[in-house]
C-alpha cells in the first residue's frame, strides 16, 4: 500500500523527544514550546506565535480573539474543512458562503463583495492545497469595509504570495501541524499575529484564562488548548528542515505534473498563478470525464493499493449544517464539482520517485 500520506521524522526528532525525557518537561512548561513559537513566527515574519493543540483549536480561539459574537457574520469559502465553519459557529456567529475558482480550487474572491452586510465583521480566507487565495482583492475589501483577516495557512507552510509569506495575512493566522501538513508536531497548532493585545488574549484563551496575579481567579471563561513541550520538540527538529520540505515538495508535485501532464480526462494542479508558484501541499486532481466520478476512480485505486483522500465535501451541503437552518437553499457549483469529481494521491514527504511512477502507471490503466 502507497499511504496518501507519510511523515518524515528523520532529523533530530529523536534527539530532541529524548531531552524531554530525561529532563522530565513534558508538559506545556518547557522550553521547546517558546523555541517553536519564536522559530516558526520568524519564518512566517510575524511578532508572536502561540502555539496551541491542533489547528482546529487554533482557528477557535483566533476567532474568539477578534471579539467575533453572537449576529456577526464571516465570510468564508464553501470548499473547505468543517473546522473553519465550525470555529465561527461556536463564537454564536454565521459562517457566510462564497464558491470557489474551478482552476485554482481556492475562494473565488470576485463573489466576496456582494456577500458583505451590515453584520459582516471578518473574512477568513484558506489558502487551498498549494495555491494561495489571491490576496490583494481579499486586502483591499478589508480596507473598504473595516474587516479583520483570519487566515488559515494550515496548508501553506513556507508558501508565499507575491513573495510574502502565507501566515502574514491576516490580523490572525493559523497554521496546523497534523501529520500531514507540511511541518508536523503529531497534533498541533499555532495563531500568528502582530498585535499585543491579541497575542495577550491567545495566550490567555488557550490556558484557562488563568489570571496573572490571582491563581484561580477567573475573569473570564477560556480553553485547556496547550501545546505540549513533546509535541514542541518535533516541531522544532521539523523546523530545521524547513527549505528541504518545501524544495521536496515541489519536487514532488512537478514529477506528477510531468507523469500526468498528456494524461485525457484529468486537470492537474496549476504551476503557478500571477502571485504564487504551487507548493503541493497535496497533489490534487478533478476528472474533467464526467463518466467517471472521484469516489469510484479512488476506489479502483485503493483496489491496486494506492492511498487516496477526496475532495472536501462542501460547508453548504453539511447535514449538520443543514439541521442549523444554513444554506438549505444555496448552491456553489464549482464547490460541488470539485467533491465528486476531485481527489488527492500520496503526498507526503516519506514518498519516494519510484513510489511517483507506480502511482501514475496505475492511474492512467485506470483512466483508460
Ligand atoms: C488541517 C487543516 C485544519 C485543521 O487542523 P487540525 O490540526 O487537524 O485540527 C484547518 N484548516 C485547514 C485548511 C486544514 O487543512
Redesign the pocket.
Known amino acids: 500500500m502507497i499511504p496518501v500520506n507519510e511523515p518524515l521524522l528523520n532529523g533530530n526528532e529523536k534527539k530532541y523527544l529524548i531531552e524531554c525525557i530525561d529532563t522530565g518537561w513534558i508538559s506545556s512548561e518547557g522550553p521547546f514550546i517558546k523555541k517553536f513559537e519564536e522559530n516558526f513566527s520568524l519564518k512566517t515574519n510575524r511578532k508572536y506565535g502561540v502555539a496551541v493543540c ?6 477557535e480561539i483566533a476567532v474568539e480573539a477578534l471579539g467575533i459574537t453572537k449576529g456577526d457574520e464571516v465570510i468564508m469559502p464553501s470548499f ?2 468543517i ?2 465553519a465550525s470555529a465561527i459557529i461556536k463564537s454564536g456567529a454565521i459562517p457566510v458562503l462564497v464558491d470557489s475558482d474551478l482552476n485554482t480550487w481556492n475562494m473565488d474572491v470576485s463573489q466576496i463583495e456582494s456577500k458583505i452586510t451590515a453584520k459582516t465583521k471578518a473574512i477568513m480566507i ?3 492545497y498549494g495555491l494561495t487565495v489571491d490576496m490583494d482583492p481579499v486586502l483591499a475589501l478589508a480596507k473598504k469595509y473595516n474587516l479583520k483577516i483570519i487566515e ?1 495557512s ?2 501553506a507552510h513556507g508558501q508565499t504570495y507575491k513573495g510574502k509569506p502565507c501566515g502574514s495575512f491576516g490580523d490572525v493566522s ?1 497554521f ?3 501529520p ?2 507540511l511541518i508536523t508536531t503529531g ?3 499555532m495563531i500568528l499575529t502582530d498585535d499585543d493585545t491579541i497575542a495577550e488574549k491567545l495566550r490567555s484563551l488557550r490556558n484557562l484564562c488563568f489570571t496573572a496575579h490571582k491563581r484561580f481567579v477567573h475573569e473570564e471563561l477560556g480553553w485547556n488548548m496547550r501545546m505540549t513541550n513533546v509535541q514542541a520538540a518535533i516541531g522544532v527538529a521539523q523546523l530545521e528542515r524547513w527549505d528541504e520540505s518545501i524544495a521536496r515538495k515541489r519536487e514532488i508535485g512537478k514529477l506528477y505534473t510531468e507523469l500526468l501532464k498528456d494524461t485525457k480526462g484529468i486537470q492537474l494542479p496549476l504551476e503557478k498563478t500571477d502571485y504564487c508558484d504551487n507548493i503541493y501541499w497535496v497533489y490534487g486532481i478533478l476528472l474533467t470525464d464526467k463518466s467517471k466520478n472521484a469516489e469510484h476512480t479512488m476506489k479502483l485505486l485503493a483496489e491496486k493499493g494506492i492511498g487516496t483522500r477526496p475532495f472536501f465535501y462542501p460547508m453548504h451541503l453539511q447535514p449538520v449544517l443543514h439541521k442549523m437552518g444554513l444554506y438549505k437553499s444555496e448552491t456553489y457549483p464549482n464547490s460541488e464539482n470539485m467533491y465528486n469529481y476531485g481527489f488527492y494521491l500520496p503526498s507526503g514527504l516519506a514518498l519516494t520517485n519510484e513510489q511517483i511512477h507506480e502511482v501514475t502507471t496505475i492511474l492512467k490503466e485506470i483512466l483508460i
Open positions: 491542533n489547528g482546529t483549536a487554533a482557528l473547505t474543512i473546522s473553519c484558506v489558502h487551498i488559515d494550515a496548508e493559523v496546523s501541524f497534523y500531514n501538513k497534533e498541533g497548532g
